[in-house]
Nanobody
Framework: QLQASGGGLVQPGGSLRLSCAAS????????MGWIRQAPGKEREFVAA????????YYADSVKGRFTISRDNAKNMVYLQMTSLKPEDTAVYYC??????????????WGQGTQVTVSS
C-alpha cells in the first residue's frame, strides 16, 4: 500500500515536501516514482528513484527544482519541490514497480495528494 501526503496550497516560488508511506514486507525493494495529473490533462511522469537510491530520474519540467529521495528504514519516499510554478498544480501520486520507469506505467499506486500553486 502507498499513502501520499503533504500536498496543499502554496504561492508561486514556494516549496512543499510530499511524502509517501509504503507498507509491505518487500516495499524497500521496489523502485518508486512520482506522477502527477493536472485537471484536463493526462498523467505525467515527474521523478523516479531506484530501490537503493543509486539512480534518480526527473522530467525536464522539474529538473533542478524537485528532488526525490527515500528512506528505506522508514519505508518512506519524498518529493521536495522548490520554486513552484502555477503549472505544477496537479494531483501527485506516488507509485511503485519492480522495474524503474520514467513513464506513467507503474504497477502500484497511492491515492494522490493535491498540490495547488496560486497567489
Amino acid at each position: 500500500q502507498l499513502q501520499a501526503s503533504g500536498g496543499g496550497l502554496v504561492q508561486p516560488g514556494g516549496s512543499l515536501r510530499l511524502s509517501c508511506a509504503a507498507s509491505g514486507p518487500t516495499s524497500s525493494r521496489y523502485h518508486m516514482g512520482w506522477i502527477r495529473q493536472a485537471p484536463g490533462k493526462e498523467r505525467e511522469f515527474v521523478a523516479a528513484i531506484s530501490w537503493n537510491s543509486g539512480n534518480t530520474y526527473y522530467a525536464d519540467s522539474v529538473k533542478g527544482r524537485f528532488t526525490i529521495s527515500r528512506d528505506n528504514a522508514k519505508n518512506m519516499v519524498y518529493l521536495q519541490m522548490t520554486s513552484l510554478k502555477p503549472e505544477d498544480t496537479a494531483v501527485y501520486y506516488c507509485a511503485a514497480d519492480k522495474i524503474i520507469s520514467t513513464t506513467t506505467r507503474y504497477d502500484y499506486w497511492g491515492q494522490g495528494t493535491q498540490v495547488t500553486v496560486s497567489s
